[in-house]
């Protein structure tokens, strides 16, 4: 659906990474340029620099090696957009304090035994991994189902508890 309405509404020339056959065929009958592939272990066959931006939405938790593929994310492109569910968020926080089970909100949705998330982390979290790649956030938003996105600092301790999920546009440090 993202590569469907860049591709629509911004003219963007766009390649899209597909893990399922069946998403594959329904990209393929919608007109898209896809491959089949798992970011995972695949990213690696792009190369270096081959796109000005490469986008990971809410994906980066279901990786199993997520260093690896956000590293491989910005070797591949210029630029990268990623948005997460953030575990500390106040809802979730609330969850786990209130009824001491892994929380079930808007933005983590499926019970624990069936979610396909491996790797939930915090804003603060994922900014210790960009710090540790060397990379620089150069805009961040905040984005809560049914509000405006708003622009925020990862870094305060407030956005912690705020953002139900960020999205952030990421390059390597100069």
């Known amino acids: 659906e993202l590569l469907e309405l860049l591709t629509r509404e911004r003219n963007v020339d766009g390649q ?6 069946q998403g594959v065929a329904a990209c393929l009958a919608r007109g898209l340029a896809v491959v089949q592939g798992d970011a995972d272990r695949d990213l690696d066959n792009f190369p270096t620099r081959a796109f000005d931006v490469a986008i990971l939405s809410k994906t980066l938790q279901q990786m199993r090696d997520p260093r690896r593929v956000l590293s491989e994310l910005l070797r591949v492109a210029d630029h990268a957009v990623v948005s997460l569910p953030n575990f500390g968020h106040w809802r979730v926080r609330w969850a786990l304090l209130a009824h001491g089970r892994m929380p079930e909100t808007r933005a983590l949705p499926d019970p624990w035994w069936s979610t396909p998330n491996i790797h939930l982390c915090t804003l603060k979290d994922f900014m210790v991994l960009c710090d ?10 905040a984005l809560s189902e049914g509000q405006k996105p708003r622009q925020i600092d990862p870094r305060r301790p407030i956005e912690n508890w705020r953002a139900e999920t960020a999205l952030f546009l990421l390059r390597r440090k100069a």
């Open 16 to 21: 899209g990474l597909e893990i399922s056959a």
């Open 132 to 141: 540790d790649l060397d990379l620089e956030v150069e805009v961040c938003r």
